[in-house]
C-alpha cells in the first residue's frame, strides 16, 4: 500500500524558516517524480514545487521561486521542502504527492493527508 | 504560465442527473490533462489522467474528452458520494498549474 507521511509544519512567524518531510513507503521511490501541492484555507490547490526520480529536473512555482527549495533522498525514500523567508501568504496545508510516471501521463497517483503550515506574528 | 479556466464554478444538480464540467487552457496542453475529486477534509483523488483516461477504481460514470485547450468531465448519473470540488491540472515542462476549481453541489 502507497503512503505518504508529511510531517514539519507548524506555527512559524513571517521571515522565518521551515522544513517539511514526507516519508514515503509502498512504492519503489526512485522511481517516480515528487511534488508538493498546497491549499490555503478555504481556497484551491497549488503546484508549489517538483523534483525528478533522480533529481536532474526541478520546477518551482513563481509564489516561491528563490525561497522554497525542493530535494529528495532516495536512500531514505524522503521528500523534502525547505521553505526560506515565509510570508503569510505560504499559509497553507501542504500535500506531498506522488507522480504517477509513464503510465498515468505524469498525473498525479497519491497524496499524503498534508501538513499545516501557518505564517503569523 | 499556462492557466486552466474552470467553469461554472459552482453546478447545482441532483443525483441522477448528468454533470458536465468544463477546464479550457490558456495555450494547448495537448491531452495532458487530468482531473481531481477533492471531498472536504480529504487529499485529492485522481480521477482521469491524459485528458480521457480513467485512473485506477473510478467508476465508469465519470468519463474525460478534449484535447488542446477544451477539456470536459462528465459524471453521466450523479450519485450522492459525487458531490465534491472538482480541479483540472495540466504540466507543461515543469511546471504545473491546477484550474480554480468547480464546486458540485446538490440542489
Known amino acids: 500500500e502507497v503512503q505518504l507521511v508529511e510531517s514539519g509544519g507548524g506555527l512559524v512567524q513571517p521571515g522565518r524558516s521551515l522544513r517539511l518531510s514526507c516519508a514515503a513507503s509502498?512504492?519503489?521511490?526512485?522511481?517516480?517524480?515528487m511534488h508538493w501541492v498546497r491549499q490555503a484555507p478555504g481556497k484551491g490547490l497549488e503546484w508549489v514545487s517538483g523534483?525528478?526520480?533522480?533529481?536532474?529536473?526541478?520546477g518551482y512555482a513563481d509564489s516561491v521561486k528563490g525561497r522554497f527549495t525542493i530535494s529528495r533522498d532516495n536512500a531514505k525514500n524522503s521528500l523534502y521542502l525547505q521553505m526560506n523567508s515565509l510570508r503569510a501568504e505560504d499559509t497553507a496545508l501542504y500535500y506531498c504527492?506522488?507522480?504517477?510516471?509513464?503510465?498515468?501521463?505524469?498525473?498525479?497517483?497519491?497524496w499524503g493527508q498534508g501538513t499545516l503550515v501557518t505564517v503569523s506574528s | 504560465e499556462i492557466v486552466l479556466t474552470q467553469s461554472p464554478a459552482t453546478l447545482s444538480l441532483s443525483p441522477g442527473e448528468r454533470a458536465t464540467l468544463s477546464c479550457r487552457a490558456s495555450?494547448?496542453?495537448?491531452?495532458?490533462l487530468a482531473w481531481y475529486q477533492q471531498k472536504p477534509g480529504q487529499a485529492p483523488r485522481l480521477l482521469i489522467y491524459?485528458?480521457?483516461n480513467r485512473a485506477t477504481g473510478i467508476p465508469a460514470r465519470f468519463s474525460g474528452s478534449g484535447s488542446g485547450t477544451d477539456f470536459t468531465l462528465t459524471i453521466s448519473s450523479l450519485e450522492p458520494e459525487d458531490f465534491a470540488v472538482y480541479y483540472c491540472?495540466?504540466?507543461?515542462?515543469?511546471?504545473?498549474?491546477f484550474g480554480q476549481g468547480t464546486k458540485l453541489e446538490i440542489k
Open positions: 523534483i525528478s526520480w533522480n533529481s536532474g529536473s526541478i
Open positions: 504527492a506522488k507522480e504517477g510516471g509513464y503510465s498515468y501521463a505524469d498525473a498525479f497517483d497519491y
Open positions: 509502498g512504492f519503489t521511490f526512485d522511481d517516480y517524480a
Open positions: 491540472q495540466q504540466r507543461s515542462n515543469w511546471r504545473y498549474t
Open positions: 491524459d485528458a480521457s
Open positions: 495555450q494547448s496542453v495537448s491531452s495532458y
